[in-house]
C-alpha cells in the first residue's frame, strides 16, 4: 500500500489532498469522513489496518536511517541543550517522569492487546494526531514532557519546539524523529515541572536558558503530564502550565481516559482527573475558553487559552 498526496476516496470517490506523509488518509487512500466510520464496515476497517502498519513500517525504515546518520547531522538538525548540572556527591535518584516507549503508542510487543483492540487504539490516536495538527499551533511551542517525541516533528512543522524532558534516552529517540522529518528543535533534559517560566525576571538559565531569551511561549503542548500529578496538586500543575504562557497564549493537554487495557505503560503511577475537576483547576489559574472531548474509550483532549 504505496502513499498517495492526492487521491479519489476508494469508499465515496470524494478527491483529497493530505498535508503531508503522516497524514493516514494518503495511506489508507480514504476522505476523513470514511476513516472515521472504519469501526463499523469490515473494508474501511481493512484498510486503515493495513494502512496503519505501512506508515509503521515506512517510520521505521526512515528513523533507522536517520539513527545512522545521526552522528555526522545532528549538529546541523537539532540543537539539544546541556543536561542540568549535578554536583559531586549529587545522589541519583529514579526518574519520576519515565516516558512512555515506541511500543505503546504502536502498540507492539508487550503492549498488543489483540487486533480488535489495538485497531481501535491506533484509530483514536490518529484522532488525537489530527485534532493537535487542527490547532492553531505557531511560534514559540513548548513541550514540557516530550518523551520519545511522538508528537515532536508535528509541533516542530508548526514552529519554533523546545521540547524538555527528564528522561534523556527519550529525548534520543525523539531526536532521531525530527532527523527523520529534517525537523529542527531545541532539546533540554530537565524535569517537566522544574522549568522556569520563560522570559519571567530572573527565571533559571541552564536547561530553560533557551526559552528566557524570546519571552512567554504561544503555545504549551502537554501529552500524558497531568495525570502524573495526585490530586492535591492539580492547581500547582494548572498554574506552572499557565505561568509558561504568554496571554493569549493556547495550551493543548493529551490525557488517558480511564479504560481497563488502555491505560499507561506498568510502573508509571498515574491520576484519572475528572475531567470536571481538571476544568475547575485550569480556569482558577486563569484559562478560559476551555474545550474538551474524549475521543471514546482511550484519549481526552483539552484546549484553553490563557488570559
Do not use: K
Not at 506523509?21 to 464496515?41: F, I, K, M, V, Y
Not at 473494508?43 to 552522528?71: D, I, K, Y
Not at 506552572?240 to 493537554?253: D, E, H, I, P, T
Amino acid at each position: 500500500m504505496a502513499y498517495r498526496p492526492t487521491f479519489d476516496c476508494l469508499w465515496c470517490g470524494v478527491a483529497w489532498a493530505t498535508r503531508g506523509p503522516n497524514d493516514l488518509e494518503g495511506w489508507a487512500q480514504l476522505c476523513p469522513d470514511c476513516l472515521g466510520r472504519a469501526g463499523s464496515n469490515p473494508f474501511l476497517r481493512g484498510r486503515l489496518r493495513a494502512a496503519l502498519a505501512q506508515r509503521v513500517s515506512m517510520e521505521q525504515a526512515s528513523s533507522a536511517a536517520a539513527a545512522a546518520a545521526h552522528h555526522a547531522a545532528a549538529a546541523h538538525h537539532a540543537a539539544p541543550g546541556p543536561s542540568p548540572a549535578r554536583s559531586p556527591g549529587a545522589v541519583s535518584r529514579p526518574n519520576p517522569y519515565p516516558a512512555f516507549p515506541d511500543d505503546w503508542f504502536l502498540r507492539r510487543g508487550e503492549f498488543q492487546r489483540g487486533a480488535i483492540h489495538d485497531a481501535a487504539w491506533a484509530a483514536e490516536l490518529d484522532m488525537v494526531t489530527r485534532w493537535l495538527d487542527g490547532l492553531p499551533l505557531a511560534g514559540r511551542i513548548v513541550e514540557p514532557a516530550a518523551g520519545v517525541g511522538f508528537f515532536s516533528p508535528l509541533l516542530a512543522d508548526r514552529g519554533e519546539l523546545f521540547a524538555f524532558d527528564a528522561d534523556g534516552q527519550a529525548l534520543d529517540r525523539a531526536r532521531d524523529r525530527l532527523l527523520a522529518h529534517n525537523l529542527r528543535a531545541h532539546l533540554h533534559e530537565a524535569d517537566p515541572w522544574a522549568v522556569a517560566p520563560a522570559g519571567e525576571p530572573g527565571a533559571a538559565t541552564g536547561a530553560a536558558g533557551g526559552l528566557t531569551e524570546g519571552g512567554l511561549a504561544d503555545v504549551v503542548v502537554a501529552a500524558f503530564l497531568v495525570g502524573r500529578v495526585r490530586g492535591a496538586g492539580l492547581d500547582n500543575a494548572a498554574a506552572s502550565l499557565r505561568a509558561r504562557l504568554r496571554s493569549g497564549g493556547l495550551l493543548a493537554l493529551v490525557e488517558l481516559h480511564p479504560d481497563a487495557a488502555g491505560g499507561p505503560p506498568p510502573g508509571v503511577a498515574w491520576t484519572w482527573h475528572e475531567p470536571a475537576l481538571l476544568e475547575a483547576a485550569l480556569r482558577r489559574a486563569g484559562f478560559s475558553d476551555l474545550r474538551m472531548a474524549a475521543t471514546g474509550r482511550f484519549f481526552l483532549t483539552a484546549s484553553a487559552v490563557a488570559r
